[in-house]
């Protein structure tokens, strides 16, 4: 998938500033989301600590909303969330307004880079430019989240934003622990692919899948290669005997090139069948998507899944579904390997009651989806590699 292109140029943040007993009704409509999305945000935080160490939430806290930037234009995309337990990172909650809902994903600690500007009291904003992905940046000086590295130190360039110390704002989260075992009552599949309608309680499968960094070809996005990488690299790890090489998303370019004869390679139903078939991998493809129960087979039989993400544009994203552990009858939480996080492991996504039931329903959001691929956000449209028709 193409990576935009942006054009560098400075910016400038106005800050509006309301003086009290002069608000205006937009002001305080404003207020009233800020609310909402707090909650939200509350909310999700206990949905992704279930099942952790943290998931009765004693001592754990969570930052104000910090805007997520484009640094090279000043425009917003959604909000970060900073979850700590004592003074400590446990994970970035990543929320974005669609049409009027709030979705959310997850990613798992240690972010050392944050932790140490949070530990400093240093001023930082988050934000994204075209080359370095999602950054912190403070004091003219822009670091990598998770290691702390200097990327670019000296920026008059972005002088001009302004930042603020961030530090843990909501605790006592107590009420918003998710703790309780799931059970499933709808249909379940067993080992010979029957139909199993009794209530049980349902283990968590999340597949042991190390995501595979996305690269670029003629300018080109190869998170669909990476995806297939990932899995084919699963794949050697589940077999003992196989001593195949691990494969980047490079290489699964040039093998799909081989298969189509065509080196001029995309993101499309021709090329990613044609990588998976190359590699041995089911190359099944489908314009549809899967429910929870069907994934839930999918992922029982060892077959992560991959899904081809769209916006209502046409531009697109590629992710590897690696697991799913249940919430509650109708709930669950997906588990994405995505090319554009290689640290940390896999991203988390909540599925509520209407995705549950209906693939189509699925909307994946990332700070990196502004990022790469100038989208605030994506559907599930097409399917690749299943095992079992739906």
């Not at 049409?99 to 140490?116: A, D, K, M, T, V």
């Not at 001023?123 to 004091?139: K, L, M, P």
Request: charged share 20%; glycine share 8%.
């Amino acid at each position: 998938m193409e990576k935009m292109n942006c054009v560098k140029r400075s910016i400038s943040l106005l800050v509006a500033m309301c003086m009290f007993g002069g608000c205006s009704l937009n002001v305080i409509a404003a207020q009233k989301y800020e609310n909402a999305q707090d909650t939200y945000a509350k909310e999700m935080v206990g949905v992704y600590l279930s099942g952790t160490d943290y998931e009765t939430l004693e001592g754990v806290s969570l930052s104000e909303a910090v805007n997520l930037y484009d640094l090279e234009s000043g425009a917003k995309y959604g909000s970060e969330y900073i979850a700590f337990y004592d003074e400590s990172i446990v994970g970035l909650l990543y929320v974005a307004n669609n049409e009027g809902e709030f979705y959310s994903s997850w990613r798992n600690g240690p972010f050392e880079g944050l932790q140490r500007l949070v530990k400093d009291s240093s001023e930082f904003v988050i934000g994204f430019t075209d080359e370095d992905g999602v950054v912190a940046y403070s004091n003219n000086t822009i670091y990598n989240m998770y290691s702390g590295e200097e990327i670019c130190k000296n920026t008059d360039f972005y002088k001009s934003i302004e930042s603020d110390k961030v530090y843990p704002v909501y605790d006592s989260l107590c009420e918003y622990a998710v703790t309780e075992d799931a059970e499933l009552s709808s249909d379940i599949y067993n080992l010979n692919n029957g139909v199993q309608t009794t209530s049980v309680g349902i283990e968590d499968i999340i597949l042991d899948v190390t995501p595979v960094a996305n690269e670029t070809y003629n300018n080109q996005g190869l998170c669909w290669a990476a995806a297939i990488a990932a899995k084919y690299n699963y794949t050697i790890d589940l077999d003992d005997d196989n001593e195949s090489p691990y494969v980047t998303a490079s290489q699964v370019r040039t093998a799909a090139a081989q298969e189509t004869g065509n080196n001029y390679t995309a993101g499309t139903p021709k090329f990613i069948t044609a990588g998976l078939k190359h590699y041995g991998l089911l190359h099944s493809y489908m314009y549809n998507t899967m429910n929870a129960t069907e994934i839930y087979r999918e992922l029982y039989w060892k077959n992560p899944i991959l899904m081809d993400l769209f916006t209502s544009t046409g531009t697109g994203h590629t992710v590897l579904l690696c697991g799913i552990k249940f919430l509650s009858s109708n709930t669950a939480k997906y588990y994405i390997a995505d090319s554009d996080y290689t640290k940390n492991g896999l991203v988390e996504v909540y599925v509520n009651s209407s995705v549950f039931g209906n693939g189509d329903e699925f909307v994946y959001v990332s700070d990196m989806l502004p990022s790469n691929y100038g989208m605030l956000s994506s559907k599930w449209g097409g399917t690749y590699s299943y095992k079992f028709e739906s």
